[in-house]
């Protein structure tokens, strides 16, 4: 009821408009985009058409004196000496002009309107961030961010690709430039991506006047081609630029777009003409001339051999040289108009002119230079972002697990769930066993057996997905820095096996979020089926699942144990560690206290691991309880243990344990108490799963973790498109019309990365467990409610969408604030705030193959059955009582084993004091690590003082860090302060 409070509150505040960060109003308008583009445009045709008309003429005098020399007509150095005076001081008169013609474009007052994310945004805005890789592979490495970064960024990729139409046109250019000493001469960088090439000697006889002639014509036409295409192309863009841009921007509507789009369409139709006629007669002047000279002269003489060697008459290399020079002037179009790609293909127009589109690692096309493209930004899985084999693997495992609560589907009749049910469409049959522990192996592949497995519990709501970048850092670390074969196993809790993915894993694969959106919700909102769907996905209903009350915290833990054992049975018997991250330690800390042997012996969690690592939690309700249950408190546990619990989720009603309704425990007098109980209880129900109670400020539905598995997809494709559950498909959007999606109605209308950002960032998200340092959004007001440590978005001031400032780009000071410190007061945040996680890493953590980063049916309802004995200690229960069944807490403080904690300074665990009670509440460590020294050394409540290694308990923080970002930051050890120690733990402890 907090919860729904503070949203309600945000709500109110929002709408009446309370105090508010500044907005950072962007008021370019439609013409101001294009008038920019065009811009850029008509600078780049300038500079590329100067350059190359440089470079190619002076090549080509240079090779006719290398062709004369070699035909026997003289000496080469004696005839290059006035050619390459003239060429050189020529090339370094435009060199020196280069920037600013591309940079005055940049710097127009149309141009200076737009933000640093309008530049980048594939729509509504210029698409420079297709262009971002491209520019961060310069030598040195250009960037985007900025006007003139800009600039120098288009320059380069202009003198690029200026370079790979020179070596097209005249295959020999490295060659005579080199040997003249051009190349020498001009400022590093003049010739940037012409490559080394060996000689190529003429043959003996070779008709020097005729290669001449021929060189001559390619040269002439090809350039004349050149500047053709690139002008036509560019032209035939702007204009379709200036309708889309107008619609994105909604200063036009669909009508006056489709206007637009024909005026625009006939000019790219005459552009087209002229740019075909044109072709022709290059290829007519080029056939003309060369069309005598033999296939020997034309590879040897000329050096068509290297870049055509697959032509078998003189056709074919002006097929080639003329193709190779049109694919490089396309190239520089993408570079200068990222956009032109999508613009051409959406308006199906300039069929062939595909190679305008610029290849790039993450579009899931494996293109020249790449090995693999997964189309995701993830830079250490199977597949890096620059599209070679990654350091890292994964694979999800299934094994049974031995808990088997009561009325849990284990794949018999007795336990079959009804007919007709969601439960029998998600899984196809009435009988299905649910007992498993599922796990995803994070492995290097070719590592062999590990020497140690770290198995990692994720948190509150979360799934096994949320440590997929922290896995592989891990795993690629561990190997690369310790020589250690360390794999990761993330747990997935067994309510993972509820989800109903399969249409969002096709989604996925196709790279076409609408399919998701109609999967999970294409029938509230109108979409008609897709065919590659059989069905539409399903969310369970609370009764539905009833059987998830049953889950409790010893349920979990017997899950986990099967992974642990698992995980010890490899091959080398390794070393495994147990740890988790916010609740997970919670998990965790319960797993090592457990007593696995309910009998009379003792099988301790602790003895199984040798070591527990907890991330940004305290291992919550870790710490010896403060005081002993009462009767009435024991009794009812076993009250809902027995079943009380799982009836009155059933109906929705209270319940005795037998399922008899009540009203008050009177009700259950006449009902026999079960096993250690003196009464019979009445059990109230609760929500079968977090979210079950759907409501307008519910933060954790089934329906909003899809969302999620949506705006993953989209954010790969199109991650500056309005987040598509906020779009009208005929009937109106998800977000008014689906149960479970009511907090996203809330959300003003926004990009897919501005979506995500608001739901999940520090600075935006109401629920502190989710959130992660991605970036921010200034466009629009930033209300302030006081009290809160939240801020709500509102509708995006000039603009049409609010939009996301990514980590890379300069932040403003509202996302970076000094929360000063330290304190001595518990749980506050201290410290400079940092952004650091990268939006692309999120999208790749939310989804991916079979998993993603949530557990969409928690089984809160289950986790609270022994909410009343607290702490770590269960023996009134399990001994006093003789319930060890339900839960057998008794060996936290025999916990012997090193402890490693993380937290962040503006996360859930912010000081030292955060790990105290767990810390207090565990044995002292006697491993062979540890030497005497207590886990305290100084109690302090807040700025506790651990006894680090020597004592088995470390605590590190990361200043400016939030909840997530523990698990999704960069390894950067000027401020990440997990990768670094983990590893030194993992290593130390691992014998």
Not at 177 to 185: F, P, W
Not at 241 to 261: L, Q
Not at 362 to 383: A, F, H, K, Q
Not at 523 to 531: Q, R
């Amino acid at each position: 009821m907090e919860h729904n409070r503070v949203l309600l509150l945000a709500t109110v505040a929002a709408a009446f408009g309370l105090a508010s960060l500044p907005t950072v109003g962007h008021s370019a308008v439609a013409k101001d985009f294009s008038a920019c583009q065009k811009g850029l445009n008509k600078g780049g045709q300038k500079l590329a058409k100067s350059l190359l008309k440089s470079k190619l003429a002076c090549a080509g005098d240079l090779l006719e004196c290398k062709i004369a020399e070699e035909t026997g007509g003289g000496s080469f150095a004696g005839c290059a000496a006035k050619p390459t005076l003239k060429c050189t001081a020529k090339i370094a008169k435009v060199v020196d002009k280069l920037p600013a013609k591309i940079t005055k474009a940049a710097n127009k007052k149309q141009c200076l309107a737009l933000s640093q994310t309008q530049f980048r945004a594939r729509v509504s805005g210029l698409g420079f961030r297709d262009v971002e890789q491209s520019c961060a592979a310069f030598s040195p490495p250009e960037s985007i961010i900025g006007e003139d970064a800009l600039a120098s960024c288009i320059t380069a990729a202009i003198v690029c690709r200026g370079d790979e139409i020179l070596e097209q046109v005249i295959p020999r250019a490295y060659e005579v430039l080199t040997e003249a000493g051009v190349q020498a001469a001009l400022p590093a960088g003049t010739f940037p991506c012409l490559e080394v090439r060996a000689p190529s000697p003429a043959l003996a006889g070779a008709p020097a006047k005729e290669l001449n002639v021929c060189q001559k014509t390619l040269t002439k036409n090809l350039a004349k081609s050149a500047a053709t295409r690139a002008k036509g192309l560019l032209g035939c863009s702007d204009g379709f630029f200036a309708c889309t841009v107008a619609e994105e921007r909604g200063e036009a509507d669909a009508t006056t777009t489709a206007a637009c789009a024909a005026k625009a369409d006939a000019k790219c139709a005459a552009l087209s003409s002229k740019i075909s006629a044109q072709d022709a007669k290059t290829d007519t002047a080029i056939d003309a001339a060369c069309g005598g000279v033999a296939l020997a002269d034309l590879q040897s003489a000329l050096g068509f051999a290297q870049t055509c060697p697959a032509a078998t008459n003189a056709a074919d290399v002006r097929t080639c040289a003329t193709g190779g020079s049109k694919v490089s002037v396309l190239r520089e179009i993408g570079s200068v108009q990222p956009r032109s790609c999508a613009l051409f293909s959406d308006a199906g127009v300039l069929a062939g002119e595909d190679e305008v589109c610029l290849p790039f690692c993450g579009n899931r096309i494996v293109e020249d230079g790449e090995s693999c493209d997964d189309g995701d930004r993830d830079p250490l899985d199977t597949c890096t972002n620059d599209c070679v084999i990654g350091p890292t693997d994964s694979e999800t495992v299934t094994i049974a697990s031995g808990a088997a609560p009561a009325d849990t589907p284990d794949g018999t009749p007795t336990n079959a769930v009804a007919p007709g049910s969601t439960l029998e469409t998600r899984f196809g049959t009435t009988i299905f066993d649910l007992n498993n522990a599922t796990y995803t192996r994070y492995f290097a592949p070719g590592a062999g057996d590990p020497d140690a497995v770290l198995v990692m519990i994720p948190g509150f709501a979360a799934g096994a997905q949320s440590f997929k970048y922290f896995a592989e850092v891990m795993v690629e670390k561990a190997a690369g820095e310790a020589g250690l074969a360390l794999e990761v196993w993330a747990f997935d809790r067994r309510t993972n096996q509820l989800e109903d993915l399969e249409g969002v894993i096709l989604a996925e694969t196709e790279q076409d979020p609408l399919l998701g959106l109609d999967w999970f919700f294409g029938s509230e909102i109108g979409l008609s089926l897709d065919p590659r769907l059989s069905r539409r996905g399903v969310f369970h209903a609370g009764p539905d699942v009833a059987f998830v009350a049953n889950f409790t915290p010893n349920v979990f833990a017997r899950d986990i144990d099967a992974v642990v054992d698992a995980a010890t049975a490899l091959p080398g018997a390794p070393t495994v560690f147990l740890g988790g991250h916010s609740l997970g330690t919670t998990f965790t800390a319960r797993y090592a206290s457990t007593d696995f042997d309910t009998g009379a012996g003792v099988v301790a969690g602790h003895s199984k691991v040798a070591g527990l690592v907890l991330m940004e939690g305290g291992a919550l309700f870790g710490s010896a309880a403060t005081a002993t249950p009462t009767d009435d408190e024991l009794d009812l546990v076993i009250a809902r243990a027995d079943g009380g619990l799982y009836n009155a989720v059933l109906t929705g009603a209270p319940s005795c344990v037998d399922g008899t309704p009540c009203v008050t425990n009177a009700d259950c007098v006449a009902v026999a108490p079960t096993a250690g109980a003196l009464t019979s209880k009445c059990v109230e129900p609760v929500e079968a799963y977090t979210g079950a109670a759907v409501g307008p400020f519910s933060t954790v539905t089934p329906q909003i973790q899809a969302a999620g598995d949506i705006t993953a997809i989209q954010g790969r494709v199109t991650p500056d498109s309005q987040t598509l559950v906020q779009q009208d498909f005929g009937s109106g959007a998800a977000v008014d019309l689906v149960s479970g999606l009511g907090l996203l109605g809330a959300l003003a209308p926004t990009t897919t990365e501005a979506a995500l950002g608001l739901f999940l960032d520090d600075d935006f998200s109401p629920q502190p467990a989710f959130r992660v340092s991605m970036g921010f959004t200034n466009n629009g007001n930033n209300v302030v409610i006081p009290g809160f440590d939240f801020l709500v978005a509102g509708a995006a001031g000039f603009d049409p969408v609010r939009e996301w400032i990514s980590v890379s780009d300069p932040m403003p000071s509202q996302a970076t604030p000094d929360n000063g410190g330290p304190y001595f007061i518990p749980d506050l945040v201290t410290g400079v705030e940092i952004e650091v996680t990268p939006i692309e890493t999120m999208f790749s953590l939310i989804r991916a193959e079979a998993s993603n980063f949530g557990d969409w049916y928690f089984a809160s309802s289950g986790l609270g059955v022994t909410a009343e004995l607290g702490g770590m200690d269960t023996t009134p229960l399990s001994v006093g009582r003789g319930r060890a069944d339900i839960e057998n807490l008794t060996e936290a403080g025999g916990i012997d084993i090193p402890v490693i904690a993380f937290g962040g300074t503006n996360g859930l665990a912010p000081t030292p004091g955060s790990f105290k009670a767990f810390a207090e509440a565990i044995g002292p460590c006697t491993a062979p690590t540890c030497n005497g020294t207590p886990r305290i050394v100084n109690p302090l409540n807040v700025q506790t003082v651990y006894g680090g290694p020597d004592g088995g308990f470390e605590a590190h923080l990361s200043e400016g860090y939030a909840h997530i970002d523990v698990l999704t930051a960069p390894d950067d050890p000027a401020h990440n302060n997990v990768y670094a120690p983990l590893l030194d733990f993992l290593t130390r402890n691992t014998p």
